[in-house]
């Protein structure tokens, strides 16, 4: 089955910085490749994702890469503030419309002031 | 709308005790999945359910059983609880036509069980 991995567990940096969090999957056929933050104590919520088709995608301060010859995909946070400390979790998926989904072990984010 | 509910939001069940963890979605989604959160662990899919009458296992399914006889409600059974149980356990829900159509297929989570077991 899919193994995902993510690097690292934790991470911390300056206000402002960027922060880039990397995963790689296991299996080829993973299409669907989406991003959770969960800040502490609440339910992970989804705040981006990438499809096979697509080689990178933006939303604001978020953006997220995939190479799918290297199987692997990042998630890069510009300008970070002190409302992304959160943990950070990548996740993969063999069908389009999501129905398994395999997360990696997560990474902690601290922003420093 | 009140999206993915889960009950209890807190037990603490003796080693050996079998219970239920309830879940429901009022979104008319296909797709219902259990995980549980460890720490350092991240999200372990536990089984997951693509329609009523159709479950499979996930990555962790030892321990648990699951039905779906309704399009909305998921639950999870534990038949004799053990301390390895003891964990933080989320339900999700995702996927309908109208979310397909619109390119959507964002899972949304409930609050959250968390389960000890002593």
């Known amino acids: 089955g899919e193994n995902v991995e993510q690097h690292p567990s934790t991470l911390s940096v300056q206000e402002g910085d960027s922060a880039v969090i990397k995963c790689t999957y296991s299996?080829?056929?993973?299409?669907?490749f989406p991003w959770y933050k969960q800040e502490l104590g609440k339910r992970p919520q989804l705040i981006i994702d990438?499809?096979?088709?697509?080689g990178e995608k933006k939303d604001q301060r978020i953006a997220v890469t995939l190479n799918k010859t290297a199987k692997h995909f990042s998630l890069h946070i510009t300008e970070t503030q002190p409302e992304d400390s959160a943990v950070y979790f990548c996740?993969?998926?063999?069908?389009?419309?999501?129905?398994?989904?395999?997360f990696g072990s997560g990474t902690r984010l601290s922003i420093r002031p | 709308n009140a999206g993915v509910t889960q009950t209890p939001k807190f037990q603490v069940l003796k080693t050996g005790q079998s219970m239920t963890l309830q879940c429901a979605q009022d979104?008319?989604?296909?797709?219902m999945s259990w995980y549980r959160q460890d720490p350092g662990m991240g999200l372990r899919l536990i089984h997951y359910?693509?329609?009523?009458?159709?479950?499979d296992q996930g990555e962790v399914p030892n321990g648990y059983n699951v039905s779906r006889s309704t399009t909305e409600d998921f639950p999870l059974r534990l038949l004799s609880a053990a301390p390895s149980q003891t964990s933080v356990y989320f339900c999700?829900?995702?996927?309908?036509?109208?979310?397909?159509?619109?390119?959507?297929?964002?899972?949304?989570f409930g609050q959250g069980t968390r389960l000890t077991v002593v």
């Open positions: 999700a829900s995702s996927y309908s036509l109208r979310s397909k159509l619109r390119g959507n297929t964002e899972a949304f």
């Open positions: 299996d080829s056929a993973s299409n669907y």
């Open positions: 990438i499809r096979s088709n697509v």
């Open positions: 996740a993969a998926s063999m069908d389009s419309s999501a129905s398994k989904i395999i």
């Open positions: 979104m008319n989604h296909e797709y």
């Open positions: 359910s693509v329609g009523a009458g159709i479950t």
